[in-house]
């Protein structure tokens, strides 16, 4: 089944509101707060929170090499903690991506980070991997 860039695997709520919910984590806040801002249960947003939590480090290392690969001028992330540097580095990719492909500013910016990592923004397995198809048998 395809995933509306909108929707994330596994998940009823929108890339929107998820995305909402990381960077005001990245900013300080708590996910009591948080939850009462979005008008989500507390215990759905922790659960988001952990989730992202525990894959920051391969999410911060995949959008990194997505920004780079497609505008190689981008601005480095000053380091603040492995949740944040997630987040900025998500924030970077997109801004990269809209930079190349302009007409991709209609849709929200965690839709886009959405459909480059393909709904598994939460997910318990690791991101795709991208397979050049262009030169099966190059050396």
């Known amino acids: ?25 990245a900013a300080g806040l708590g996910h009591r707060h ?22 920051a480090g ?7 090499t997505i920004a780079v690969a497609v505008h190689a001028d981008i601005p480095p992330i000053e380091p603040v903690g492995v949740f944040a540097d997630a987040v900025a580095s998500i924030g970077v990719a ?7 492909w302009p007409m991709l500013l209609t849709v929200s910016a965690w839709e ?19 397979i050049n198809t262009s030169r099966l048998w190059a050396g």
């Not at 089944?1 to 929107?16: E, F, Q, V």
């Not at 008008?39 to 929170?49: C, F, I, S």
């Open 1 to 25: 089944m395809l995933l509306p860039p909108l929707a994330l695997l596994r998940r009823a709520d929108a890339a929107a509101v998820i995305g909402t919910a990381l960077t005001l984590k």
């Open 58 to 64: 391969v999410l911060r290392r995949w959008f990194t």
């Open 94 to 100: 997109v801004a990269a991506v809209a930079w190349r």
């Open 112 to 130: 886009i980070a959405n459909a480059v990592i393909h709904g598994r923004l939460l997910a318990a397995s690791d991101p795709p991997q991208w």
């Open 34 to 55: 948080i939850a009462a801002r979005l008008g989500r249960p507390t215990a759905t947003v922790r659960g988001w929170l952990r989730r992202f939590a525990e894959r």
